[in-house]
């Protein structure tokens, strides 16, 4: 199982972005690549997407489901904070594991 940190203000948000999808539609946590040639860089973000259930983990917050894949857990850890940045974007960071 992982964890995700996420305040009432965003898991509002959450909750009305999936009000419009199907149900089964989970929030996940995946990385995006920013940019182009060797200025690219990778970003986390999410999506909402259905669950694989033989690829992915998942873990609920009050009503809300998050879901990761495997190798996206391996690559940046167990732990995850969703917050507002000054712009009223959503950021994904991951977290030190305490382990």
Same mark, same amino acid.
């Given at each position: 199982?992982?964890?995700?940190?996420?305040?009432?203000?965003?898991?509002?948000?959450?909750?009305?972005?999936?009000?419009?999808?199907? #149900?089964?539609?989970?929030?996940?946590?995946?990385?995006?690549?920013?940019?182009?040639?060797?200025?690219?860089?990778?970003?986390?973000?999410?999506?909402?997407? #259905?669950? *694989?259930?033989? +690829? *992915?983990?998942?873990?609920?917050?009050?009503?809300?489901?998050?879901?990761? *894949?495997?190798?996206?857990?391996?690559?940046?850890?167990?732990?995850?904070?969703?917050?507002?940045?000054? #712009?009223?974007?959503? +950021?994904?960071?991951?977290?030190?594991? *305490?382990?």
């Amino acid at each position: 199982m992982f964890a995700v940190t996420v305040n009432e203000e965003m898991l509002k948000k959450l909750r009305s972005m999936l009000e419009d999808e199907d #149900e089964g539609v989970c929030v996940r946590l995946r990385e995006y690549t920013l940019g182009g040639g060797c200025r690219s860089r990778i970003i986390l973000g999410l999506a909402l997407e #259905e669950m *694989d259930e033989d +690829e *992915d983990e998942s873990m609920t917050v009050e009503d809300v489901t998050f879901i990761a *894949d495997s190798d996206f857990l391996l690559r940046y850890g167990r732990k995850f904070a969703l917050t507002f940045n000054e #712009e009223k974007q959503v +950021e994904v960071r991951a977290l030190e594991s *305490d382990d």
